[in-house]
């Protein structure tokens, strides 16, 4: 019942408690309640009842439930089940568990009243008229707690899918780079039919100042004494008349430099040429660019020559060594200066529907190898109502073709264009219709390029009437922003040959990274160098050959093929009025023209063959750069290509030609590969299967399986008790560390079933070389490495998914305590193993490849911490960009299969604004549920292990949001003009109600030298201290596991 007092000394009828006391304060002496006389009397009365009253109370007042909990005395001895705590296990108020006691205690008891008061009437919860706790509120079922809950399960599958792409970015570099020739002989080029260099200039940025600067470029690179022809072509889209007019004066000043015979006139060229090269290189588009209406005078003279011409008479002795014969050469760089700085951004089209081409020669066409040729593709207005086709419709226009006609008609037949007009049928079923432009993106102008280039190539005066007419020829392709500098050629070239220069013909191209000098790494907000592809995937995917071209700065060897004709046979991808799909005539292509990336789709068409690739890591061209956030433009073209080459691949809609369409399969072959990987995986992890696939097939008897377990089992537990001794040695609580040894062995026994599988295939391939003339299937394993290079370029955009899962998971962990729970020391052994193994894959392959170029070339390219910076915050960034582009990417598909719609080409800055904007708002979202997180985990008053468990989340989230912070900032700061002079005339109030002023404050305290040395490390410092804070708290690992697998954007 409830407990009262016996007697009370003071105040025997007093209805009130005393007050608290404090400790040191003297106890009150007792008042007897009985004389000494009648205390020697034995007799009962009611005076010896005694009534307790406290002075002051532990805890407080109200309901009081006291639990004794007895435990077995090994558990409480056991220090390593107090986290080797040698103090006294339990703590003056430490807190417990509650209820059911049964987990722990191995008998339980309690009892209940009200502390500190007198006797109450209303009755307490789960308290018994007896006073003792009822049991069933002590004891209960307890449930078996398991991991086995939604959110790890994603976690695990997340995790798994990561680690498999990963696996395929990482896995090429087991393999050692093809060998080749590192040095340049003038021998070699007599195996070359030609060399042609092109330069492709369209619209907007790409203007006068950028064709001359990139032109300069393509002529230094002229190799010594070339025993073939070397052709520079510019390519002009923008069909615009001033740029034919402007590269005439360029060649003007080419035809000018002095002669003295022999090959003085090449010498001095290359001589010119490089000076001239060395004076622009460093030009930018807001020097130069569409923004320019009139040239700085400075930069006039370096980009006309002048400052060149200077040098040469100064320095060089111009003056005295071509007396008398530098006045055409002064005059000529004078008219390209007057022309540069007339009009400079002002054009006039051609003619729209006529094609424009030019070509030129040396003064003594034997003095050097030099030829320079300009084309423009008709470009004819087009009905804005009609799509635009690839082939023969409705708005678009046509030339035809007799039955017979010759490669040398062609230009002719193409004047003779006509527009398909809707309700004017032509009857003529004599000739073939053939499509003007069935492709207007940038990969139609270079088939052009490269279909004229062979007609020209074809006359008399350019026959070698040797076995060289067959040779096959090198096509590079300079984009008009980029400058090949003087040592291009003569670094590239040799990569097709073997070392003991005989040309060879498996080498589909070569691939010089993109480099943009006036951003450097650090100030890269948005990796504008791509600096993830070049210096990462780039040298991994070049031990076996599989690095992908990226357009401009590629190199291509083209096979000898009918010159009889620049047309072939492609099957229309519409019906006819019959409902038939019929055969067309088409102009040849030798890039793709079906995709956004033809550069990548190209690639894939060697790789399917057999064909490899050699990426040669120096800074051989420099670019300009347009603004960082163009490459987010450019993110989004990237992801829509590949959306749509995969589709067409797996549809069997690929515009693939030849051999590399029947090798289709091949590529079917990796994906089913690839799923049986994963399924690999998954069935590792979540099935108890201690057998193999061996033994279920029947290929291995289940006792050989039985006898190798026991004979690995010794192995595996003298391990794990070494493991147990190292903490402490066995207790009687221990795990049953059993149960890691089966999973152990299980582990054993599938790597052992991949290695196995892995040693089967490179039997068959292998022998597959024995019969590679009569068989298409891959007769060496880089072969199979360059496959899963083409595989994850069509497919890495289907993981654009995991960005969001790795933001939403953190922000689960963030808002709600954790059901699920990690073993600290395991799961901090799993991430620092992994964490160790992932960057010394990365450090390793990038050392390993920069200093094989520092031994050729005494240049290093090496990655470096704003890199892998760069590469985690466009893991972040970049996922709703690859979200939207995958539904882009599918229209642009289905407008391709079904109305043979042209999706090769694109409007730069469409994608770039609606990218931007995407990312502007993602960034932003993030940080500010970031800082949402940390508000609701203080403001929600969670307890000691909710907090614990939600913490954890919060501050990977920060991090993450710290990675978005400096793209973020840029994106909302970048354009403001405000300048010191406009703030300084500003009021408070003004600066406050100013966006602008806002945005000024932003760039200056975030995007400044400072912040960004703090952000760039602050990324690598968490990803390495991530698995020692799992240490103190396991949900570091489940948060941060993205830390494992991400691997940057894709291409």
């Not at 029947?662 to 201690?690: D, E, H, M, Q, S």
């Not at 560390?737 to 152990?744: N, P, Q, R, W």
């Not at 094989?852 to 390219?861: H, L, R, W, Y």
Request: charged share 20%; proline share 5%.
């Amino acid at each position: 019942g409830t407990w009262e007092k016996i007697y009370d000394p003071i105040k025997p009828q007093s209805d009130k408690f005393f007050p608290p006391r404090t400790i040191l304060e003297k106890e009150p002496e007792e008042v007897k309640a009985i004389s000494e006389d009648e205390s020697r009397a034995m007799q009962l009365e009611e005076s010896n009842e005694l009534k307790m009253e406290p002075f002051s109370c532990y805890g407080k007042r109200g309901p009081l439930y006291v639990v004794a909990c007895a435990i077995n005395q090994s558990t409480y001895d056991d220090t390593a089940q107090w986290k080797n705590n040698k103090e006294p296990r339990f703590l003056p108020g430490q807190k417990v568990q509650g209820p059911p006691f049964n987990d722990r205690c191995i008998a339980v008891s309690g009892r209940c009243g009200y502390a500190c008061e007198r006797e109450r009437l209303e009755s307490i919860p789960h308290c018994l008229p007896s006073g003792y706790i009822d049991m069933a509120a002590l004891v209960g079922t307890v449930d078996i707690q398991y991991n086995r809950k939604t959110p790890v399960y994603l976690f695990v599958y997340v995790l798994l899918f990561g680690f498999a792409v990963k696996t395929i970015m990482l896995c090429p570099g087991i393999f050692a780079p093809y060998r080749r020739c590192h040095f340049y002989d003038p021998d070699m080029t007599d195996q070359l039919r030609y060399v042609l260099v092109v330069g492709v200039t369209g619209g907007a940025d790409e203007g006068k100042g950028t064709m001359i600067r990139n032109t300069i470029g393509m002529v230094s690179g002229l190799p010594p004494e070339s025993k073939c022809r070397f052709i520079v072509c510019n390519n002009e889209e923008g069909h615009r008349q001033e740029m034919l007019t402007c590269w005439e004066r360029f060649c003007a000043v080419l035809f000018a430099i002095p002669d003295v015979g022999g090959l003085s006139y090449e010498e001095n060229l290359r001589e010119l040429t490089q000076i001239w090269c060395e004076e622009t290189k460093k030009l930018s588009l807001s020097l130069v660019g569409a923004k320019v209406k009139e040239l700085d005078p400075k930069v006039l003279d370096r980009l006309s020559g002048k400052t060149t011409l200077r040098i040469l008479k100064k320095s060089c002795g111009w003056d005295q060594r071509f007396e008398g014969s530098m006045m055409k050469l002064d005059a000529a760089i004078e008219d390209l200066a007057n022309d540069l700085a007339t009009n400079y951004n002002k054009f006039n089209p051609l003619t729209p529907h006529l094609d424009y081409v030019r070509d030129w020669l040396p003064p003594n066409p034997n003095s050097t190898s030099l030829r320079m040729h300009f084309t423009s593709r008709a470009k004819p207005n087009e009905d804005s109502r009609n799509m635009m086709v690839q082939h023969v419709a409705v708005g678009t226009w046509y030339y035809k073709v007799p039955p017979n006609a010759d490669p040398s008609q062609w230009l002719e037949l193409r004047k003779s264009c006509h527009e398909v007009v809707y309700s004017q049928r032509d009857d003529d079923d004599v000739n073939n219709k053939v499509p003007l432009r069935s492709s207007h993106g940038k990969a139609g102008g270079l088939n052009f390029v490269d279909n004229y280039i062979t007609i020209v190539n074809q006359r008399p005066e350019n026959l070698y009437n040797s076995p060289q007419d067959e040779a096959p020829s090198l096509y590079a392709i300079a984009d008009a922003r980029h400058q090949y500098q003087p040592d291009f050629m003569i670094s590239c070239i040799p990569c097709f040959f073997h070392r003991d220069g005989i040309l060879n013909h498996r080498v589909a191209f070569t691939q010089a990274p993109q480099h943009y000098p006036e951003y450097q790494d650090k100030n890269d907000y948005l990796d504008n160098n791509n600096a993830q592809f070049f210096r990462l995937n780039a040298m991994i995917r070049n031990c076996c050959g599989g690095v992908s071209s990226c357009g401009t700065n590629g190199m291509w060897q083209i096979p000898p093929r009918d010159e009889t004709t620049v047309w072939q046979r492609r099957r229309k991808r519409v019906r006819d009025r019959d409902h038939k799909k019929r055969t067309e005539l088409i102009e040849r292509e030798q890039f793709h023209t079906s995709c956004k990336i033809e550069d990548t789709a190209s690639s894939l068409d060697r790789v399917l063959v057999g064909e490899y690739s050699h990426f040669v890591n120096r800074k051989l061209s420099f670019g300009m750069s347009k603004s960082p956030e163009g490459f987010l433009g450019a993110q989004q073209r990237w992801v829509e290509g590949a959306v749509t080459l995969c589709m067409q691949w797996v549809t069997q809609n690929a515009d693939a030609h030849g051999q590399a369409k029947k090798n289709g399969p091949l590529l079917w072959c990796v994906i089913v590969a690839f799923v049986l990987y994963i399924y690999a995986l998954f069935r590792l992890v979540t099935l108890n299967y201690n057998s193999s696939w061996f033994v279920e097939h029947g290929l291995i008897h289940q006792d050989s399986l039985d006898d190798w377990k026991r004979h690995v089992r010794p192995a595996i537990t003298w391990f794990f008790d070494e493991l147990l001794a190292f903490r402490g040695g066995h207790t009687p609580n221990s795990y049953d560390y059993g149960v890691y040894e089966d999973m152990t062995i299980q582990f054993l026994i599938w790597l052992s079933t991949c290695i196995c599988m892995f040693f089967v295939l490179w039997l068959f391939t292998n022998f597959c070389k024995c019969f590679q003339r009569c068989c298409t299937f891959p007769h060496e394993m880089k072969w199979w490495g360059r496959l899963v290079i083409s595989f994850d370029n069509l497919t890495y955009w289907i993981w654009f998914w995991t960005s969001f899962f790795w933001i939403g998971f953190n922000v689960y962990l963030a808002l709600f305590p954790s059901t699920f729970h990690f073993n600290n020391i395991g799961m901090m052994t799993f991430m620092l193993i992994s964490t160790v193994l992932n960057y010394a894959l990365l450090f390793s392959n990038s050392m390993r490849f920069a200093i094989m170029e520092s031994v050729d070339a005494n240049e290093i390219a090496f990655l470096s911490m704003d890199n892998i910076w760069r590469a985690s915050q466009l893991f972040f960034i970049t996922g709703p960009i690859q979200g939207f582009s995958v539904i882009t990417g599918s229209k642009n598909f289905i407008n391709y299969l079904l109305y043979g719609q042209d999706i090769g080409g694109w409007s730069g800055g469409d994608l770039t604004q609606v990218s931007i904007a995407i990312v502007k708002y993602w960034t932003t979202m993030i940080i500010c549920a970031s800082t949402a997180c940390w508000i609701y985990l203080f403001a929600s008053q969670p307890n000691s292990d909710e907090f614990q468990s939600r913490r954890p989340g919060c501050i990977i989230f920060m991090f993450i949001a710290m990675d978005v912070l400096h793209p973020c900032v840029y994106l909302w700061t970048v354009g403001n003009k405000l300048t010191d002079e406009e703030v300084s005339k500003m009021t408070f109030c003004q600066k406050l109600t100013s966006a602008a002023w806002w945005k000024r404050l932003l760039q200056t305290l975030i995007l400044n030298e400072c912040m960004t040395n703090i952000f760039r490390y602050v990324n690598p410092t968490y990803m390495v201290m991530l698995p020692l804070l799992v240490y103190y708290n396991s949900y570091f690992g489940a948060g941060g596991g993205f830390s494992l697998v991400a691997v940057g954007a894709g291409h």
